[in-house]
């Protein structure tokens, strides 16, 4: 299957500092890509998704680019606040024709300070 | 909307107790998932259903059992739980045809 290998944490950032979370992952084909956000209590969010080679996604501030040349897909926010504080998840899909599995990296912490 | 919604949000067990996770979707998606997440493991899947009546096994399988006997629930059983099973429980539904998934809320479970 896919492999994911995300930028271990923790990321300990000052308020309105410049945040970039990297992604990369091993697939067959180009498959969309996810990454989720999950803050502190509660479930995973879809934070935004790419769904084909040099797509941009973006939501809230943040953004990541599909590139399949280096099979990465980068989180980026120009300025960070308190409230994005939270447990960040690069996710690729599993590999293989009808599958429509996850694979999640291990997460990576960010925290943001005043 | 409700969206994925899971009974309960906390419980504790001893060990060998059985329990019943209840995971329910108001979107009608067609995939649905159970995770566990554990300190420094990430998510790991350890069953997931393609479509009403059809269950498989995921990463992390053994010890659990699901059913999906109707569209909108999947149910994850504990028979027997073990210390080891103490974890965040996570459900999820997709759309048919995508791998997006949306999020369940949670299950702290305990096993003592």
């Known amino acids: 299957g896919n492999s994911v290998t995300q930028m271990e944490g923790p990321v300990t950032l000052s308020e309105e500092a410049f945040l970039t979370i990297n992604c990369t992952y091993t697939a067959t084909g180009y498959p969309s890509l996810f990454w989720y956000v999950q803050y502190p209590g509660e479930g995973l969010q879809l934070l935004l998704k790419a769904t084909k080679a040099d797509d941009k996604g973006s939501n809230k501030g943040f953004e990541a680019t599909y590139r399949k040349e280096t099979t990465s897909f980068h989180l980026e926010k120009g300025s960070v606040q308190v409230s994005d504080s939270a447990v960040y998840f690069c996710?690729?899909?599993?590999?293989?024709?009808?599958?429509?599995?996850?694979?999640f990296g291990k997460g990576t912490k960010l925290s943001v300070i005043p | 909307n409700a969206g994925v919604t899971q009974t309960p949000k906390f419980r504790v067990l001893k060990t060998g107790q059985s329990i019943t996770l209840l995971c329910a979707q108001d979107m009608n998606h067609e995939y649905m998932y159970w995770y566990r997440q554990d300190p420094g493991m990430g998510l790991r899947l350890i069953h997931y259903s393609v479509g009403e009546g059809t269950t498989a096994k995921g990463e992390v399988p053994d010890g659990y059992n699901v059913s999906r006997l109707k569209k909108q629930n999947f149910l994850l059983g504990l028979e027997s739980a073990a210390p080891s099973q103490t974890s965040v429980y996570f459900c999820a539904g997709g759309p048919l045809g995508t791998s997006e998934q949306y999020f369940g809320p949670g299950t702290r479970l305990t096993v003592t």
């Open positions: 996710a690729p899909p599993e590999s293989g024709a009808g599958s429509y599995q996850l694979t």
